[in-house]
């Protein structure tokens, strides 16, 4: 890759915001990654910070689990025993409660499971 600015001299990075190859000379670097210019580098600052407020906010961390899949685990085991239980006095519409119950605790386990593979909840 040719730096978009030197046509001369390779690239050794591409900015994180434009995707233009830059050499060592124009780029910007720091915690956030690789810009070609301030106003570049700005604006990856501004991304970083909306990253971070958005997995602040859906409870995104490590070593903690989002809401959605505790509600979900939470929520199952009820459906599940409410479903089981009119099922067993003969009423039919336990079916469906149950169903839902078990729909809840298989979508809250894959969360839960992608979450540790993905290191969020370690």
Not at 21 to 47: L, M, Q, R
Request: proline residues 2%.
């Amino acid at each position: 890759m040719i730096c978009y600015n030197h046509n001369e001299i390779q690239a050794v990075a591409v900015c994180k915001n434009c995707f233009k190859a830059i050499c060592k000379e124009c780029t910007i670097s720091d915690d956030n990654g690789f810009a070609c210019s301030e106003k570049c580098h700005e604006e990856i600052v501004v991304y970083q910070s909306m990253i971070e407020k958005s997995k602040t906010m859906y409870g995104v961390k490590p070593g903690r689990a989002p809401v959605m899949t505790i509600l979900l685990l939470v929520a199952g085991f009820p459906f599940l025993c409410f479903g089981a239980f009119s099922l067993v006095n003969g009423d039919w519409i336990g079916l469906f409660t149950l169903v839902m119950g078990i729909i809840f605790l298989v979508i809250g386990t894959i969360s839960y499971i992608n979450m540790k593979k993905t290191g969020i909840r370690s």
